[in-house]
C-alpha cells in the first residue's frame, strides 16, 4: 500500500524557516517527478514546487522562488522542502505528491498519490 507521510510542519514566527519531509513507503518513487502543494482555509489547493524525477529540475510559483528549495533522496525515498524567509501568507496545509510521470507537473490533477498534509503556521 502506498503512503506518503508528511512531518516537519508547525508554528514559526515571520521570517524564520522550516524544513517538511515526505516520506514514501509501499513502492519506490525514483521515476516520477514529485511536488508540493499547499491549501490555506477557504482557498483552493494550490502548486508550491516540483522536482523531476532525478532531481535534474525543479520548478516554483512565483510566490515562493527564491525563498524555498525543493529536493529528493531517492535512496532514501524522500522528499524534502527547505522553507526560508516565510511569510504570514505561507500559513497552509503542505502537501506532498507523486506525479504521473518522470516530467514536472503543476496541477493537482497530473499527480497520483497524496500525502495528508502538515499544518505550517506563520505568525507575526
Known amino acids: 500500500q502506498v503512503q506518503l507521510v508528511e512531518s516537519g510542519g508547525g508554528l514559526v514566527q515571520a521570517g524564520g524557516s522550516l524544513r517538511l519531509t515526505c516520506a514514501a513507503s509501499?513502492?519506490?518513487?525514483?521515476?516520477?517527478?514529485m511536488g508540493w502543494f499547499r491549501q490555506a482555509p477557504g482557498k483552493e489547493r494550490e502548486f508550491v514546487a516540483a522536482i523531476t524525477w532525478n532531481g535534474g529540475r525543479t520548478d516554483y510559483a512565483d510566490s515562493v522562488k527564491g525563498r524555498f528549495t525543493i529536493s529528493r533522496d531517492n535512496a532514501k525515498n524522500t522528499l524534502y522542502l527547505q522553507m526560508n524567509s516565510l511569510k504570514l501568507e505561507d500559513t497552509a496545509v503542505y502537501y506532498c505528491?507523486?506525479?504521473?510521470?518522470?516530467?514536472?507537473?503543476?496541477?493537482?490533477?497530473?499527480?497520483?498519490?497524496w500525502g495528508q498534509g502538515t499544518q505550517v503556521t506563520v505568525s507575526s
Open positions: 505528491a507523486v506525479g504521473w510521470t518522470y516530467n514536472l507537473h503543476s496541477r493537482p490533477d497530473e499527480y497520483d498519490y
Open positions: 509501499g513502492r519506490t518513487f525514483s521515476n516520477n517527478a
